[in-house]
C-alpha cells in the first residue's frame, strides 16, 4: 500500500475499512521484488511493519534503481505493479 494525500472540498463516502489480508496464498510480490525485501508474513492489524518488510533495503533497492535509469525519484514498484489486485484495478478501470 502506498499513501498519498489529496486536499479537496468535495463530499466523497468512506470506503469499508480493509482489517484482514486478501493475499491468500499469493505470494507474487514476495517472488518478484528484486531485493528481496518482502519477507512473505500474511499482514494483520496491528503488525510491525518490520514483520512485513526490510524498509531500508526495498529504499536502497529503489534508489539504485532510479540512478541506473537517471532518475532521482523513487523508481521500483515491482511489488505493486505484480499484485494482482493491482491488475484486477488496472482491468476493471479500463487503463491497461
Ligand atoms: S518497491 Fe521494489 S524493492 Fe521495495 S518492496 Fe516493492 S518490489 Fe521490493
Ligand atoms: S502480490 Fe498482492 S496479493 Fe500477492 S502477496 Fe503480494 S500484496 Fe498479497
Not at 61 to 67: H, L, P
Not at 79 to 96: D, F, L, M, Q
Request: glycine fraction near 8%.
Amino acid at each position: 500500500m502506498r499513501l498519498s494525500g489529496v486536499l479537496t472540498d468535495m463530499p466523497v463516502a468512506a470506503g469499508t475499512p480493509v482489517s484482514e489480508s486478501f493475499c491468500g496464498d499469493c505470494e507474487e510480490c514476495v517472488r518478484r521484488c528484486p531485493s528481496q525485501a518482502i519477507r512473505g508474513k500474511a499482514w494483520s492489524l496491528h503488525m510491525d511493519r518490520d514483520d512485513l518488510l526490510d524498509a531500508a533495503v526495498c529504499k536502497k533497492t529503489i534508489i539504485e534503481r532510479g540512478e541506473m535509469i537517471g532518475i532521482t525519484v523513487e523508481a521500483c514498484g515491482v511489488c505493486i505493479s505484480v499484485c494482482p489486485w493491482t491488475k484486477r484495478y488496472i482491468s476493471r478501470i479500463g487503463a491497461n
